[in-house]
């Protein structure tokens, strides 16, 4: 082993089948308890840490290397606006190394500190990653304290006391409390974040917790995006006018957001609007279409998982994130299944016959991840442009 052993144990990872993990903290201290599931991501620690998807979850990172290129205010997926925070620990297998990246601003560290996220090092993330394959997401406290000394009873009755994220509706926690405006682009090397002039479309998108490089997607298609809360009556947002709706991302129990989301949804379906699903937006739009979700086993959360789009029998590898997943057997006549997991054929996508209508349960926005999904904000575009010379 490394020697890490000898040091003092700071920190504690306790799972609920009694499993008590040491190692040493990192960033806030004070417990927090989470459902914890594993990303495989090689990149973008701090976007997944920041994707208001995780709120309620800690993030085991199966790849070693955590912090080496430091952190910045630029690779932020929480909105300025969002009323939560993402992830709540993250559990890491080799100490942060000091950065080294010419975008650095900060230590991982000292940025995790900042943003109440409480870390632990030291662990050996294999083994926890092969628990949760077998056993399936897991809840779990995660416990720092710098003098080493832990109220365990206390910390296990945290443990004891949380209910996990089935029936947990998270989403209306997350979102944004006011009605704004979004007219950032994507981020380009050497210039930063690109300004969009004059955008001849209009999208309001439908926060449940979204990630800032969506909305960045959705500009760059030559959009202003009107960024709206999740309880946000479809008549306020036909009130609009919009060329097309956005249903984002969010964390929770799609099938507890109950008539605030599938409700609204219900409603815009039968507007006629172009309408675009992500994630948690999927999942809603499923349910409101007719459909059900599920909870996943252990959850997709990564950067390379391979998609079809049944549509073009192309493959993509895709960014994920999500620990429910529809069923694709509820799907009522009329819905199609568009997209599926080469891991495991679950869902990923649906389209509606013969409307502008379709969702996806992967992450095209990447941030982190692969572009090969970014073609689908053009798909949404299209078919705003197409509903929009036929009028
Ligand atoms: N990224 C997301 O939108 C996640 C959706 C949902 N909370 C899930 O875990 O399945």
Same mark, same amino acid.
């Given at each position: ?18 499993? &008590? ?11 927090? !308890? ?25 993030? $085991? ?20 606006? /969002?009323?939560?925070?993402?992830? !709540? ?7 942060? $190394? ?9 230590? %991982? ?19 926890? $990653? ?12 995660? /416990?720092?304290?710098? *003098? ?7 910390? &296990? ?10 029936? /947990? ?16 682009? &994507? ?16 999208? !309001?998108?439908? *926060? ?56 609204? #949804? ?43 789009? %049944? ?14 997943? #529809?069923?694709?057997?509820? %799907? ?54 197409? #509903?929009?010379?036929?009028?």
């Amino acid at each position: 082993m490394t020697g890490w052993q000898e040091e003092k144990t700071t920190a504690l990872l306790i799972l609920e089948n009694g499993m &008590r993990i040491e190692g040493r903290g990192l960033g806030a201290t004070g417990h927090a !308890v989470a459902e914890v599931c594993f990303n495989t991501a090689m990149t973008g620690y701090q976007e997944i840490l920041t994707d208001l998807s995780y709120a309620g979850q800690i993030v $085991t990172f199966t790849f070693p290397h955590i912090g080496n290129v430091g952190a910045n205010d630029e690779d932020i997926e929480t909105l300025e606006n /969002a009323s939560g925070s993402g992830a !709540v620990g993250c559990v890491l297998k080799a100490d942060i $190394t000091n950065p080294s990246n010419y975008r650095s601003a900060k230590h %991982l560290d000292a940025w995790l500190k900042e943003k109440g996220i409480i870390g632990i090092a030291g662990v050996d993330t294999r083994a926890l $990653t092969a628990l949760i394959r077998e056993e399936g997401l897991t809840n779990g406290v995660i /416990a720092h304290a710098p *003098d080493g000394v832990f109220d365990e009873e206390a910390i &296990r009755n945290a443990l004891a006391g949380f209910k996990g994220l089935e029936h /947990a509706d998270l989403a209306a926690d997350v979102s944004t409390a006011k009605t704004y405006e979004w007219k950032q682009g &994507r981020w380009v090397w050497n210039e930063g974040f690109s300004a969009i002039d004059n955008p001849k479309n209009h999208i !309001v998108a439908i *926060d449940y917790g979204a990630k800032a490089n969506i909305l960045r997607c959705l500009a760059h298609e030559d959009v202003t995006v009107t960024v709206v809360s999740a309880s946000t009556p479809a008549k306020d947002i036909l009130a609009f006018n919009p060329d097309g709706i956005f249903l984002s991302n969010g964390p929770g129990d799609p099938a507890a957001t109950g008539e605030y989301a599938v409700g609204i #949804v219900k409603e815009l379906v039968d507007s006629g609007k172009p309408m675009f699903g992500i994630c948690l937006g999927h999942q809603i739009l499923a349910l409101a279409l007719g459909g059900k979700t599920v909870k996943m086993h252990q959850g997709h959360h990564g950067a390379n998982h391979p998609v079809k789009d %049944l549509t073009t029998g192309k493959v993509e590898i895709t960014s994920m994130n999500h620990g429910f997943a #529809v069923d694709a057997d509820s %799907l009522p006549a009329g819905i199609n299944q568009t997209h599926i997991s080469l891991f495991d054929q679950s869902n990923c996508g649906l389209a509606v016959e013969g409307k502008p209508i379709f969702s996806v349960q992967y992450h095209p926005e990447a941030s982190p991840g692969p572009h090969d999904s970014h073609y689908l904000f053009k798909r949404f575009l299209d078919n705003v442009r197409s #509903v929009k010379a036929d009028a």
